[in-house]
């Protein structure tokens, strides 16, 4: 892969008769300041702030207050917002995975779809990306960026096995063993075991592609099954060829990546430009990407997306809107991709100076397809649904639970917590 390249302001404003009419209308604004909150060092939230330079010569009136936290602290800094009625944020950082089940139904966040002009052409996102930023039936949010589980292996490790690229759960497990060198430093594989959410939103996949669920269609909870066991015995199979760790996340496993530790992972398809930036990756250049393998009923779809929604208390929501709509337009699918952002459209998926610059997004587009909006729970009490059905999975993992007793009390704890929540009587 490339190495990303710096773009200007010039180059995020030159463009199509469409860039200019938007420009027009974005000129005629009043003066205002828009307060948007993000995600700090996030690929995306880089690319925003690269927009909102550029808006500034597109909108001389409208100037920007930008705050940047860790992702636990984004959602802490809304909620309290909201619950103090202080309107601080224009525009809001979601994910899907935590805020937006929780903030739609709380009304933290406002419905979209009465403020998109024709022009701006939401049938050209993705369908992932259309649904995950839909909930009852309305749309809550633009999904920034939507990532899927891939298969991340070194191919020099894998030739000499002689062993083929796994497309399934089993076969991946077998690689991982045939990898797994613990006396020169080398594991068969990486995952996120850090308890709580962490590991939660990685096994829920494993869940999926075993048959089972975390709750049917009545909310009754669905943990204590057959299927869940099996997913999380095949979790645990496949830990065996890992490094020693309870902590590792997403960072870690980025790490023990580049740095030769795992000679294999699954994990989200944004930390490619990581593996392949040559000042951070030791092994640059000898990794290749498949579709993550399949368990015995089908892909385990992980699925997230960072979410850019519009607070219910903000003051500017006309201003806000237009200034999100111009980031997230046809026009401005280069600049964005080219200032570090992912892509969510489909014609980004077939201009080629994207594809040419970015040939992964072929797999990525096909991960991509695979993938389900609701892969975690996007109802209000999600963030602690993953969280206790994480600690259990934890307990199981280091031996303090079996298999079957800690399922059997992730289960109790999410029947609970839909009962209390309302889901079940």
Do not use: C
Request: proline letters at 5%.
């Amino acid at each position: 892969m490339k190495t990303q390249r710096k773009v200007t302001r010039r180059q995020i404003l030159a463009g199509t008769a469409a860039a200019a009419a938007t420009t027009r209308r974005a000129s005629a604004q009043s003066a205002v300041t828009l307060s948007i909150i993000g995600l700090d060092g996030h690929p995306s939230w880089i690319a925003t702030k690269a927009m909102i330079k550029a808006y500034k010569d597109v909108a001389p009136n409208v100037t920007f207050q930008t705050s940047e936290f860790d992702l636990p602290q984004v959602s802490d800094k809304v909620n309290l917002d909201f619950q103090a009625k202080k309107g601080g944020y224009d525009i809001v950082w979601m994910n899907s995975a935590s805020t937006i089940g929780y903030w739609s139904e709380a009304g933290v966040v406002v419905p979209l779809d009465g403020m998109i002009s024709e022009s701006y052409d939401l049938g050209d996102f993705l369908k992932l990306a259309r649904s995950i930023g839909t909930l009852r039936g309305k749309l809550y949010g633009i999904s920034i960026m939507i990532e899927g589980r891939m298969l991340v292996y070194r191919k020099d490790l894998l030739a000499p096995t002689g062993m083929k690229v796994p497309t399934t759960v089993d076969e991946m497990t077998a690689v991982a063993q045939a990898m797994n060198v613990p006396a020169k430093n080398q594991y068969g594989f990486s995952q996120r075991v850090r308890s709580g959410g962490s590991i939660a939103y990685d096994w829920v996949g494993w869940l999926y592609s075993f048959g089972g669920r975390i709750y049917d269609e009545k909310f009754k909870a669905q943990l204590a099954t057959p299927e869940a066991e099996a997913a999380l015995q095949a979790f645990m199979n496949i830990n065996k060829f890992s490094a020693p760790s309870s902590n590792r996340s997403y960072g870690e496993i980025v790490n023990e990546l580049q740095t030769g530790i795992a000679a294999m992972a699954n994990d989200v398809t944004i930390i490619t430009p990581l593996l392949e930036d040559p000042s951070a990756s030791h092994f640059a250049g000898k990794f290749d990407y498949a579709v993550a393998p399949a368990g015995p009923k089908g892909p385990r779809p992980e699925t997230s997306a960072h979410i850019l929604g519009l607070s219910s208390l903000s003051k500017q929501r006309d201003a806000a809107w237009k200034f999100l709509e111009w980031m997230t337009s046809k026009p401005n699918n280069q600049p964005w991709i080219f200032a570090g952002g992912a892509a969510f459209r489909e014609s980004m998926y077939k201009d080629p100076a994207i594809v040419s610059k970015y040939p992964q997004y072929t797999l990525f587009k096909q991960i991509l397809d695979l993938g389900n909006p609701d892969y975690v729970p996007r109802i209000k009490p999600a963030a602690e649904i993953t969280t206790r059905i994480g600690e259990d999975l934890s307990a199981a993992l280091v031996g303090v639970k079996s298999v079957k007793e800690a399922l059997a009390s992730a289960n109790e704890n999410v029947a609970a917590i839909l009962k209390r929540n309302g889901y079940t009587t």
